[in-house]
């Protein structure tokens, strides 16, 4: 990368990220605040080429995504198919005895095309939050080595990771899909934690049905990530729990429903943005996450065989899904908050009447209406300087100045708005 694109580029002109002072959002190295818009891209490692990886990437970035999750590795030790990333049910693999639970044999030519692939990403301003090896349901169900391999095995690849793409933005994410309490999980926190020199985020993302505080009190642990299912129903009292939980980490619902994930239609469109914003109001004040039924397998073609109907867009392949609706909305996100001072602000219901919304008392408030209509506020906490935002595009509505600490907004209604106050805005 030559010089002049590292100054443009967000990491390297304001840093890696890491943990806010109040350990709840993410700043840049320079104290940048920052909200992370992730994408679910599980399977890109070991199935997409470059040629894809591109295109994946360039769209994320145009909507505003500034992540992606990925499992580093295909988890899956009873998975069976050619060693292709063209072919049906093909993949790479990045161990040659993980199919038996270990981790000593590595795949020197996967992890080079990996470098490349991260490479790509990063190109985009896409930081890869890295999952050693799943503990959950995986790629295609069949049995997981993450909950099989040895937790001194699974630190050593957790050291690997870092020594080979630790100089680079990253985010670790040494538990997925299980209840957290898996031996590796602390296992591998612990060696991130001594090697990581730039102390980059790591944390843990659960099963639906986990309690989502496993090793809360670790000082290797930054986060914790829900997932609320697959159902299509939005369950943002799971992030508001999380936010509760003591000593103080930073949270978000990690895996909401697939878009058009198992049924034509689930979790489609708006859904999507309303999840996102709900759930950043509750509490997951790290940043709101995506996924897409077909893409996140990377399924090759909408005709693909292998795969598990219930997690699949029916008919779609990982292009396909590239395009569902509700990636606008969420990648919105980043790009309506980008330049807010959003350091640590945390879910308050005392400023305004009924409506979500984060509040940094005397710096930003931002009220979250479905619905739009009028948007009542108390006190002084709240900057008198608004924006309000049609959050299905992301336009400006209109602007002003309230004439009292204690006056309303103005709307007619027709949401869903965000009403963004703080006297920072310009213009």
């Not at 390297?12 to 992370?36: I, Q």
């Not at 580093?72 to 072919?87: E, F, H, L, N, Y």
């Not at 710096?363 to 009028?374: A, H, Q, R, T, W």
Request: charge should be negative; charged fraction near 20%; glycine fraction near 12%.
């Amino acid at each position: 990368m030559s010089r002049a694109p590292h100054i443009r580029h967000r990491f390297y002109r304001h840093g890696f990220w890491r943990m806010s002072p109040g350990k709840r959002s993410l700043v840049h190295a320079d104290g940048t605040p920052a909200v992370l818009a992730a994408d679910t891209a599980w399977a890109l490692p070991w199935r997409a080429t470059q040629e894809q990886c591109r295109i994946y990437a360039a769209d994320r970035q145009r909507k505003g995504f500034n992540a992606v999750l990925l499992m580093s590795v295909q988890p899956d030790m009873d998975a069976r198919g050619p060693r292709s990333r063209t072919a049906d049910e093909g993949f790479d693999v990045g161990f040659e005895d993980l199919a038996s639970g270990q981790l000593d044999q590595l795949n020197p030519d996967y992890f080079q095309e990996l470098d490349r692939l991260l490479a790509i990403l990063l190109e985009h301003e896409i930081v890869p939050v890295l999952q050693p090896v799943f503990q959950g349901f995986g790629w295609k169900g069949l049995r997981v080595a993450g909950t099989v391999v040895p937790p001194t095995g699974y630190a050593r690849y957790c050291r690997y990771l870092v020594a080979r793409y630790g100089a680079r933005p990253a985010i670790y994410l040494v538990g997925a899909d299980g209840s957290g309490e898996e031996p590796q999980a602390p296992a591998g926190g612990e060696e991130i934690e001594q090697w990581d020199a730039y102390g980059q985020p790591t944390g843990i993302h659960y099963r639906p049905h986990a309690a989502n505080r496993a090793w809360q009190e670790a000082t290797w642990l930054d986060f914790q990530w829900c997932q609320t299912g697959h159902s299509g129903e939005h369950v943002p009292e799971r992030v508001a729990d999380m936010w509760r939980n003591m000593p103080i980490k930073a949270v978000a619902n990690g895996e909401p429903t697939y878009e058009h994930g198992g049924k034509p239609g689930r979790a489609a469109g708006w859904w999507q943005g309303h999840e996102a914003w709900s759930n950043l109001c509750a509490g997951g004040t790290m940043g709101v996450v995506y996924g897409a039924g077909s893409l996140w397998q990377w399924r090759l073609h909408p005709d693909e065989p292998g795969h598990a109907p219930y997690f699949l867009a029916e008919g779609m392949g990982w292009r396909e899904a590239l395009a569902f609706e509700g990636s606008r909305y969420v990648g919105l996100v980043t790009q309506i908050l980008d330049g807010l001072p959003l350091t640590d602000m945390e879910p308050n219901w005392q400023v305004t009447l009924g409506r979500r919304g984060p509040l940094v008392p005397g710096k930003l408030f931002i009220g979250y209406s479905e619905e739009g209509g009028p948007l009542m506020l108390f006190g002084d906490q709240a900057p008198r300087r608004y924006r309000v935002i049609d959050l299905r595009t992301g336009s400006v509505l209109r602007e002003g100045t309230r004439a009292s600490v204690g006056g309303s907004i103005p709307d007619e209604g027709g949401g869903p708005l965000l009403c963004v106050c703080c006297d920072e805005i310009q213009g």
